[in-house]
């Protein structure tokens, strides 16, 4: 596996005026792992307010690496690479959350980016499927699923958004995804958990690639705002 992302060597970062806690979202930022801010093979130190940091004290199950300031997951091993959070971070049915992230996968199968168990994940299902699963009051899953192939292998910036009402947005590299008629319950308002990075419950659908930068918000996140959060990760990690 490369532990390269295909850019450049140097470090992508580069400068934004707009940070993800300005106009009031420091509050409902639950989890930022920060581009090259306090990461480690088993520490990522959350930039968010929250302190809800993400380690992996068992030096067998940490990532292999560091790359351009995010971590390298690399599942060609025998022992799983995975990170999990201090505490669990919770949303009940019927609210929102927005999911941003930045990342460059080697696989596009079953590549988990949150869960707290079998019944409670977000994950890259194929290339052109994204799943997540609830469980409040009762499970839930979702299966958006789009004609065009918009995860690739190249450095990408993901989101997934959830208003009250439950209809589940999908963009990639600031694009939003139109979902074909095969999609399956795009309207899901169950509430769910999340404490594993990297991993469904810590025993399988294990990321295999680099995460760069993630941030988890109890908000739904939508119009100008929406457009300089897509902004700020373009052109730090100058995705076009």
Same mark, same amino acid.
Request: hydrophobic fraction near 35%; charge should be negative; avoid cysteine.
């Given at each position: 596996?490369?532990?390269?992302?295909?850019?450049?060597?140097?470090?992508?970062?580069?400068?934004?005026?707009?940070?993800?806690?300005?106009?009031?979202?420091?509050?409902?930022? =639950?989890?930022?792992?920060?581009?090259?801010?306090?990461?480690?093979? #088993?520490?990522?130190?959350?930039?968010? #307010?929250? =302190?809800?940091?993400?380690? =992996?004290?068992?030096?067998?199950?940490?990532?292999?690496?560091?790359?351009?300031?995010?971590?390298?997951?690399? =599942?060609?091993?025998?022992?799983?690479?995975?990170?999990?959070?201090?505490?669990?971070?919770?949303?009940?049915?019927?609210?929102?959350?927005?999911?941003?992230?930045?990342?460059?996968?080697?696989?596009?199968?079953?590549?988990?980016?949150?869960?707290?168990?079998?019944?409670?994940?977000?994950?890259?299902?194929?290339? #052109?499927?994204?799943?997540?699963?609830?469980?409040?009051?009762?499970?839930?899953?979702?299966?958006?699923?789009?004609?065009?192939?918009?995860?690739?292998?190249?450095?990408?910036?993901?989101?997934?958004?959830?208003?009250?009402?439950?209809?589940?947005?999908?963009?990639?590299?600031?694009?939003?995804?139109?979902?074909?008629?095969?999609?399956?319950?795009?309207?899901?308002?169950?509430?769910?958990?999340?404490?594993?990075?990297?991993?469904? #419950?810590?025993?399988?659908?294990?990321?295999?690639?680099?995460?760069?930068?993630?941030?988890?918000?109890?908000?739904?996140?939508?119009?100008?705002?929406?457009?300089?959060?897509?902004?700020?990760?373009?052109?730090?990690?100058?995705?076009?």
């Amino acid at each position: 596996m490369s532990l390269g992302l295909g850019i450049t060597n140097e470090l992508l970062e580069t400068p934004t005026d707009w940070i993800p806690t300005d106009e009031g979202l420091g509050s409902p930022l =639950q989890l930022w792992l920060q581009n090259n801010v306090q990461v480690t093979v #088993n520490r990522w130190s959350d930039s968010s #307010n929250k =302190q809800n940091h993400t380690i =992996q004290e068992s030096e067998a199950n940490q990532p292999s690496g560091i790359n351009n300031g995010g971590l390298v997951f690399d =599942q060609s091993g025998t022992d799983k690479q995975y990170l999990d959070l201090t505490s669990s971070i919770g949303i009940a049915e019927n609210a929102p959350f927005s999911l941003f992230f930045a990342a460059r996968l080697d696989d596009l199968t079953n590549e988990t980016i949150l869960s707290d168990s079998n019944s409670e994940f977000i994950e890259i299902l194929r290339n #052109n499927q994204f799943r997540f699963k609830g469980n409040v009051p009762g499970a839930k899953t979702s299966v958006l699923k789009t004609d065009a192939t918009p995860f690739t292998t190249s450095p990408m910036i993901v989101s997934l958004i959830r208003p009250t009402s439950g209809e589940l947005e999908w963009y990639v590299d600031g694009d939003y995804i139109e979902l074909n008629a095969s999609t399956t319950n795009g309207t899901n308002t169950a509430g769910f958990d999340f404490q594993n990075i990297g991993s469904r #419950n810590d025993s399988d659908r294990f990321l295999d690639g680099t995460i760069m930068e993630l941030l988890f918000y109890k908000e739904y996140i939508t119009g100008s705002t929406l457009t300089r959060m897509h902004t700020y990760l373009k052109e730090k990690f100058n995705i076009s």
